[in-house]
């Protein structure tokens, strides 16, 4: 999605209209080049000024005038590039179930330490029976 703008506003606008589901993958700025008439302007301002310098000292004033003129409307537009790129889909890990018969040993184990009752080992030992 190509598209053209000055102003630090104007490439933020253009960052912001992602399409749903896209990124920016890459970004580049390229600014404006000169226009004709800021070429032109430009010239006639440096001739008017070395004229005010060797003539007509007036002159300097309006090959100032002419000078920051060219500088100031005498370039085309930038140009900002965006290329966008589909969005990254979630991974989600999901972990194996864990064996049932590993874990009736832990649970023996537990009740081996004295870490849980008898009733909480047989409730749970029931419990992973039935999913076997």
């Not at 253009?14 to 004709?36: C, F």
């Not at 920051?68 to 140009?79: A, C, I, S």
């Not at 290329?83 to 874990?103: E, F, R, Y």
């Amino acid at each position: 999605m190509p598209g053209a703008g000055c102003s630090l506003a104007a490439k933020q606008l253009e960052l912001d209209d992602a399409p749903p589901g896209y990124v920016v993958q890459s970004q580049s700025w390229a600014p404006g080049g000169p226009t004709a008439l800021g070429t032109l302007l430009l010239i006639l301002g440096g001739l008017c000024v070395v004229a005010g310098l060797i003539i007509f000292p007036r002159a300097i004033l309006l090959g100032l005038a002419a000078l920051l003129f060219g500088v100031l409307v005498g370039r085309t537009r930038g140009e900002l590039t965006v290329t966008w790129a589909p969005a990254p889909q979630a991974i989600s890990i999901v972990p194996p179930a864990p064996d049932p018969g590993q874990q009736l040993v832990i649970l023996k184990q537990l009740l081996d330490q004295g870490a849980i009752s008898r009733s909480e080992y047989d409730a749970k030992k029931a419990e992973l029976l039935a999913r076997m």
